[in-house]
């Protein structure tokens, strides 16, 4: 679970690391379709990557256009770049 007293750059950690990680499982399960281990270790991580995403967006905004669509307001240029 996500902690809410992580840092931005923490929680921003979490949302790539476990992006990753569910790529890499897609990845293998491309090969090994029939590997159940993969497939809930897979959907496991999906949730987890879900919950980071959401948890930070929640705390500091969109991390996507499709997250700011449909929001009154274009929250992107209110924030520091990366290089900020």
Known sequence: MISSSKTRSE???DVMETGFAAYEL???LDT???DEAAL???AEIVRK???AKKAYEMAYGPLTPEAA???KEWTWIKTPW???
């Open 32 to 34: 090994h379709p029939d």
């Open 82 to 84: 990366p290089w900020e």
């Open 26 to 28: 897609q990845l293998f």
């Open 69 to 71: 669509a449909g929001k």
């Open 11 to 13: 929680m921003l950690k």
């Open 40 to 42: 809930e270790m897979y």
């Open 49 to 51: 990557a879900e919950a």
